[in-house]
Each structure stands twice: as C-alpha cells, then as structure tokens.
C-alpha cells in the first residue's frame, strides 16, 4: 500500500522479530482475536489494539470504498505476558 501509515515505536528494544504464522493469518471481522495486540486491516491499513479473546471488530466498524474488498485483520505485533 503506496504511502500508508504503519504502527509506530519508540524503544526498538522491547521488540523481537518473528515469522510466526500467525503474522501470515488473514482474519474475517467478528473473529476471537487469538492474541493480544496491533492488528491492521490488510485492505485500507486501519489499525486496532485489541486483547486476547476479545472480538475484532465487526464488519461495519469501519467502511472500505466501493470496489476495496472485504475487511481482512492482520496482525502486526503481539503482547507476551510472561506467566
């Protein structure tokens, strides 16, 4: 997406870098969010924080322009809680 926005951070090193698969995950609007964390619609690059369980907002949470496509959530950066 030409010019889009993305998530932004200050101190790098609390990040690590993964290729886990659930970073590959399109997922539908009104799903359980599996992790907690940033996820961006894939489509038109809006993003949300949401927690573990909680659903990912519904399809009219947003709105695409016509001819877009559906609104597809993807992860971005995931929370770990150290147990």
Not at 15 to 35: I, K, R, W, Y
Not at 51 to 80: D, E, S
Request: one cysteine or more; glycine letters at 10%; charged letters at 15%.
């Amino acid at each position: 997406m030409k010019g889009a926005i993305l998530a932004q951070y200050k101190h790098g090193q609390f990040l690590t870098q993964s290729q886990h698969e659930a970073f590959d995950t399109l997922v539908s609007p009104g799903t359980t969010a599996a992790n907690a964390g940033i996820y961006r619609c894939a489509v038109c690059g809006d993003e949300i924080g949401i927690a573990k369980g909680h659903t990912l907002p519904p399809q009219n949470h947003h709105q695409h322009a016509p001819g877009q496509g559906p609104i597809k959530w993807q992860l971005l950066v995931f929370a770990v809680q150290r147990k």
